[in-house]
């Protein structure tokens, strides 16, 4: 093995690492990721497999697969990435995320603020604001007192740098007003074991045909 697969090897297998330690998953999730981690782990050469047996969070794992039998036949390994099913990994997070969000925001948006960090950034209908703080002040001040989000599709895809880039299609339906289309995007990142987003931006899906 080359050291440029190598490096490769062991950097997808910690990016997985972290996603396995995320609380934001699901069980069905994490129990799948354990199965994928071990299998790297039996698959990849001796120097490799006793670098990645050394980590802390190789114990952790086994001890998870013993408690919930976890069957490596269930992952399902390709060239394009680790996917779970017939679901890529991202789509699992991604998805989860939007419902997550979506349900705070329906039911609290003044909680969104966990979501996100000081670094994130909000485009609402083209007003800009930075960090977690502005934006949920931002969120918070929108004029309607009930809101309720109903999707009707969500894109998921793998970024370079190891981000998720999500898009959101859906209505929505706030106090009395009628019920209207929006478009939404998130770049979610993974930092210290945790989903947020760093960057958002909303449209409204109107019309102009003057």
């Known amino acids: 093995m080359s050291s440029y697969e190598y490096q490769k090897q062991q950097t997808t297998f910690i990016h997985f690492e972290k996603i396995w330690k995320n609380s934001m998953i699901g069980t069905d999730t994490k129990i799948k990721i354990t199965s994928c981690l071990s299998s790297f782990v039996e698959q990849s050469p001796g120097n490799l497999q006793q670098k990645l047996i050394r980590r802390s969070t190789h114990s952790k794992v086994n001890a998870f697969r013993e408690r919930t039998s976890c069957n490596i036949r269930n992952f399902t390994g390709s060239g394009g990435g680790f996917r779970m099913g017939d679901k890529p990994i991202w789509e699992q997070i991604g998805s989860s995320f939007v419902q997550h969000y979506y349900h705070i925001f329906d039911t609290d948006r003044t909680q969104l603020g966990s979501l996100y960090i000081d670094a994130s950034c909000l485009t609402w209908e083209g007003q800009q604001c ?39 299609v859906g209505q929505l339906k706030a106090d009395e007003d009628p019920i209207i289309g929006f478009h939404q995007i998130f770049i979610l990142k993974n930092i210290s074991d945790a989903w947020v987003c760093t960057n958002d931006m909303f449209r409204l899906a109107l019309h102009n045909y003057g």
């Open 130 to 168: 930075q960090g977690k703080t502005a934006i949920v002040e931002k969120l918070s001040s929108l004029p309607f007192q009930k809101i309720q989000h109903s999707i009707t599709s969500q894109d998921h895809q793998p970024t370079p740098d190891s981000c998720i880039l999500s898009m959101v």
